[in-house]
């Protein structure tokens, strides 16, 4: 008990905004454990406030826009949320690139890889509206969305433009985003989310209070993030690092090459894994009913909570190891790979075992008796939101050591092995074979691979004794 009011106190003393002296390995250890600990605090809170504005945006609009309405909003938000990385990975890899970068102390090379990030990035925002401009005329909007009133009709068109224009004029500004996670600062992109969530909120009151239509809405919620967004790069750029504005004359097509060859494997990877988790819906769907998804996603949903609130503290350590492997402070990412598994386990099992245990009950209270999971699945459940968080901290190392061809390797057999087991096994035992399918092809195309690899990957780097480059393990 006193060790873990120790470590507590220890915890709460890196919570603080002054910075500590890194011109040691001991400083620059705290200092991104401050950094790791700042965006967590911050990250939470602004969930709170995307919680908080969710369930008093909802019953509001609802009640205004009515059922069809919303759910035509709801569609188009949802189908826009697909193209979540439609910049092909650009921005991770310009993420890992600034962090390596920092860890180099390399202000020329962060400025290039910015530059050459950003260009790229408004580059895929022109294709984007170019070929949403030539698709907008010719899509009969209505009957996409299978809308039947005539005001539905009529808006659906004019609120898919907003959603899109707005959305596309946002794909630069994830350099923002991008470069502060690169400088371990998450917490400030998370401060200026949660301004972006309150305007938002603000917006659709003054929508619904002036009666105004599902464009302006959607203009009212979609708007102030962007122009949050806006704000977090004029300082960024023009206050805090005036070195890094892009400019076009200081990327460099070197530049933009290494970040479109990380990126594309990053896109790989992302591909691979939507297909891979997001086909457990289809596969019920298919094999089982339409009903079958809603017994399995509502259960989901409850144990997806554990591996969701473990990734406030692990996502901040993938660029605080670029950064530390660049630097060759590889005790610091020996111990931090240790403590980040240790502390995961120590979450994920506590919370999930009691899930598993009692997890229908706690199900009939939420959502009424309708859904009633099986025991197998529950468990399996379990064991998929404890593989995944520990994964989850596995996953930030590999990322901040560039380590993405592995990755890509396993992530395309796992996604295969996945889809093959699942079918099968949901043939032959029903609902729980598609989580048990999951777990046993993340068990044999990730988990014992990357059991073998890490240490090897782990000697290397301390056996180099000095900065390791991007290239060796891209």
Not at 417 to 435: C, Q
Not at 449 to 474: E, H, K, N, Q, W
Request: with cysteine; charged share 10%; proline share 5%.
């Amino acid at each position: 008990m006193k060790g873990l009011l120790q470590r507590a106190g220890q915890a709460r003393a890196l919570v603080r905004l002054t910075p500590f002296d890194t011109s040691t390995e001991e400083g620059r250890s705290k200092e991104r454990y401050r950094r790791v600990a700042l965006s967590t605090v911050v990250s939470a809170g602004a969930k709170g406030v995307v919680v908080l504005t969710t369930l008093v945006s909802v019953p509001l609009t609802v009640g205004y826009l009515g059922p069809e309405r919303y759910g035509l909003w709801m569609t188009i938000s949802a189908t826009i949320a697909m193209l979540g990385f439609g910049d092909l990975g650009i921005g991770l890899g310009l993420l890992n690139l600034v962090s390596e970068a920092d860890g180099k102390d390399d202000r020329g090379a962060a400025a290039r890889y910015v530059s050459s990030g950003f260009f790229m990035l408004l580059g895929v925002t022109v294709f984007f509206l170019a070929g949403f401009a030539l698709v907008y005329p010719i899509v009969p909007w209505a009957r996409f969305f299978n809308v039947v009133s005539e005001l539905a009709a009529r808006e659906s068109g004019p609120a898919v433009a907003v959603f899109v224009v707005c959305f596309a004029l946002n794909i630069p500004l994830w350099a923002v985003n991008r470069v502060h996670l690169g400088y371990q600062e998450g917490f400030v992109n998370s401060f200026w989310e949660i301004a972006g969530n309150v305007l938002g909120l603000m917006g659709i009151l003054l929508a619904i209070y002036l009666r105004a239509g599902l464009p302006w809405l959607v203009l009212a919620m979609s708007g102030p993030p962007a122009l949050a967004s806006l704000a977090n790069g004029a300082i960024l750029f023009g206050v805090r690092r005036p070195w890094l504005l892009p400019r076009w004359r200081t990327g460099t097509r070197e530049a933009a090459l290494k970040i479109f060859r990380l990126g594309f494997l990053f896109f790989v990877l992302q591909l691979t894994g939507a297909i891979a988790y997001s086909s457990d819906n289809i596969i019920a769907a298919r094999v089982l009913g339409a009903e079958a998804v809603t017994q399995y996603s509502v259960p989901m949903k409850m144990f997806s909570f554990v591996p969701m609130m473990m990734g406030m503290i692990l996502i901040p350590l993938w660029p605080a190891y670029g950064e530390a492997i660049a630097r060759g402070d590889v005790t610091w990412v020996r111990s931090t790979l240790s403590r980040s598994v240790g502390l995961s386990l120590l979450v994920a099992v506590p919370v999930s075992v009691p899930l598993v245990l009692w997890g229908g009950g706690i199900i009939r209270l939420w959502v009424g008796s309708g859904i009633a999971p099986s025991f197998l699945l529950l468990s399996g459940l379990g064991m998929w939101a404890v593989m995944s968080t520990v994964w989850g901290a596995v996953v930030m190392f590999l990322n901040g050591a560039n380590a993405l061809r592995v990755q890509v390797a396993s992530a395309l057999l796992m996604g295969v092995g996945a889809l093959v087991t699942k079918y099968l096994l949901a043939r032959s035992i029903g609902l729980p074979g598609i989580i048990w399918g999951t777990i046993a092809a993340q068990s044999v195309f990730v988990v014992l691979p990357m059991a073998i690899y890490i240490p090897r990957l782990l000697f290397d780097l301390g056996r180099s004794g000095t900065p390791v480059g991007t290239d060796r393990y891209a």
